[in-house]
């Protein structure tokens, strides 16, 4: 937003490639990798990283042509659908046409495509039911650096050796490029839940959330607001930590939801749901952030997952790095997705430094905010990815890991050319200067 302002962009591709078809995908692979040419695949570009700015140049592959839903198995309740299509217009398709939902429903939904929710391993907003990206995508078709159609998965469960799906899910069009995707899907519910409580403490909240997930009580929202995030959307009184809890399915099934999320948040003060109506309105809204740059302020946006033993501690230890950075303003929390083993933390901060300083205030907060959630045991990214943004700190958050990383893109893209200088990966066309 801020290079926007200044009518900046983060790099130019030489062509532009918008393919119809595989063939014409692999076609143009082929050229780009007889010639040494970088090759960024884009879909809605909605990601928050930097994963779909072409550094190097080169060419820029438009895939939102290869759009629409191939086929539906309402059966085996599987769809089939080409990696330009648009969230907005899959749920649109699948319910009106099918009576299906896959069930992922990020903050980008109208802006994104299922190539993009599977190349940077997304998460919805129901993801607590439904699961993120990777638990919802069963196969898929990529065209590797040389030209080459991979197809993966097709199986309800496989031990034919490691599972290669996974291996292109969350890899950023490093390794392969996406052409076609096959998703879980599911009857659309016919039934829903909401509540609301407030509670004195953030971390008397996240408590809460685990004892739910860990009885078996899996509502599709559970979201946990600090007080600062809490007041700011919901005009408390500054001093309520809110939850909000959202389920949809078999009116049988939820009742036992919601006893369980009743018993276990007893002892809070229980809130109008009408709170989880006001978050279904605005939950897609980001003109905040825009107004907020406007105004010269430095503000972005920070998810981690983390076990939720270590999350109070990556919780105090991120804000108070955060806050410690000169000319910070605010730095505030809220819990957005909850797994048995764990939960995302989703932080928001927020500085308003000298414009001189922007920039340099900008990495310093990424820097110390990164470094606090590693130290004390959560990880680098639960959906938003790494693109630019994050690659310098990929290493460190892999170990020895890197080098399997490393050696995977040397063996499916020998000469470098698939989104290059993204992920941390070496380049073939040098480093690039980010920060």
Known sequence: MAW????????????IARPNTTAEVADVLRIANDAAIPVTAAGGRSGVCGASVPVHGGIVLDLTAMAGIEWVDDSSLTVSVLP???????????????????????????????????????????STRYGKIEDIVVGLDVVLADGTVVTTGGAPRAAVGPDLTQLFVGSEGSLGVIVGVRLRAHPVPPAERRAAYGFASFDEGLDACRRIVRRGATPAVLRLYDEAEAKRSYGTDGHTNVLLVLDEGEAVLLDGVMAIVAEECRAADALDDALVEQWLQHRNDVSALEALITKG?????MEIAAPWRCLPAVRAATIAALLSVPHA????????????????????FAATPPVPERD?????????????????????????GVGLNRSRFVRDALGAGFGVFAMMKR?????????????????????????
């Open 360 to 384: 340099d205030t900008y990495i310093h907060l990424w820097d110390v905010g990164t470094q606090a959630v590693l130290r004390a045991g959560g990880n680098l990214s639960h959906h938003h």
């Open 4 to 15: 926007a302002l200044e009518n900046q962009v983060g790099g130019l591709a030489s062509v």
């Open 84 to 126: 330009g299509t648009f969230g907005g217009d899959l749920e649109r398709v699948l319910r009106a046409d099918h009576q299906l939902t896959v069930g992922h429903w990020p903050q980008s939904i109208e802006l994104s495509t299922v190539g993009g929710w599977v190349a940077c391993r997304g998460a919805g907003q129901y």
């Open 297 to 301: 302020f430095v503000v972005d946006t």
């Open 411 to 435: 063996t499916l893209d020998p000469n470098g050319i698939l989104n290059p200088g993204k992920l941390g990966l070496p380049s073939p066309f040098g480093e690039v200067a980010w920060p």
């Open 329 to 348: 303003r605010a730095a505030t929390c809220h819990q957005s997705h909850a797994y048995t083993d764990g939960a995302c933390l989703y932080f928001t």
